[in-house]
């Protein structure tokens, strides 16, 4: 079982930055890939970033340019700098972290992030 805990989550005002934080923990020897998902009111989860144990990254286009993703194999984190921060960006984050050749995904509950115009 893997657990995954995000933190960094706030009101920030349009053109601002945040960091988010990801840990995960339990049978770590498990996790592959681990990233950033998106979800606001009435929208459909969407990727964000994402990160490989070899460093191979991903954006979605909407954050492109704009948000960074950086991870600590070792102690199982991953951050998420995020810039230049827009009120389209409003949403609860979610950290990812998991193995896709055991078919195994695991969630963290979420945080809110806040941009104000």
């Known amino acids: 079982q893997v657990q995954v805990v995000e933190s960094g989550g706030g009101l920030v005002q349009a053109g601002g930055s945040l960091r988010l934080s990801c840990v995960a923990s339990g049978s770590i020897y498990i996790i592959r890939d681990m990233g950033w998902y998106r979800q606001a009111p009435g929208k459909q989860r969407e990727l964000v970033a994402a990160v490989t144990r070899g460093g191979r990254a991903n954006y979605g286009d909407s954050v492109w340019g704009r948000f960074t993703i950086s991870r600590d194999n070792a102690r199982n984190t991953v951050w998420l700098q995020m810039n230049s921060l827009k009120p389209e960006d409003t949403a609860v984050y979610y950290c990812?972290?998991?193995?896709?050749?055991?078919?195994?995904?695991?969630w963290g509950q979420g945080t809110q992030v806040t941009v104000s115009s």
């Open positions: 990812y972290a998991g193995n896709s050749g055991l078919a195994l995904d695991y």
